[in-house]
């Protein structure tokens, strides 16, 4: 059964960091393209960076550049999303995804993860 399952989500101080895992089973991750999109309430899911399956190609949306890192193991089955400098905008429930998704257009998958929740707050 192909799954996908987020951890490292957590309450955080604005400014802080959290590094996000994504382990996938029952498939080889390396064969997809894996995206990382998040949600916030009332809001519409947002991709938010994606890294092709040979991992040279990476892409990320212009509200986490220069502060999230995509990042993938294949040996592991596991793509991490590194998240420094944290803002109380970035709180939202994250998701992976894999699945005949586009990169480095974020495109949707066709996979998806149960999510975790990351809340920024002093």
């Known amino acids: 059964q192909l799954q996908l399952v987020e951890s490292g989500g957590g309450l955080v101080q604005p400014g802080g960091s959290l590094r996000l895992s994504c382990v996938a089973s029952?498939?080889?991750?390396?064969?997809?393209?894996i995206g990382w999109f998040r949600q916030a309430p009332g809001k519409e899911r947002e991709g938010i960076s994606c890294?092709?399956?040979?991992?040279?190609?990476?892409n990320y949306a212009r509200s986490v550049k220069g502060r999230f890192t995509i990042s993938r193991d294949n040996a592991m089955n596991t793509v991490y999303l590194q998240m420094n400098s944290l803002e109380p905008g970035d709180t939202a429930i994250y998701y992976c995804?894999?699945?005949?998704?586009?990169?480095?257009?974020?495109?949707?998958?066709?996979?998806w993860g149960q999510g975790t929740q990351i809340t920024v707050s002093s």
């Open positions: 029952g498939f080889t991750l390396d064969d997809y393209n």
């Open positions: 995804a894999t699945g005949s998704l586009t990169c480095p257009r974020i495109g949707s998958g066709r996979y």
């Open positions: 890294v092709t399956k040979s991992g040279l190609i990476t």
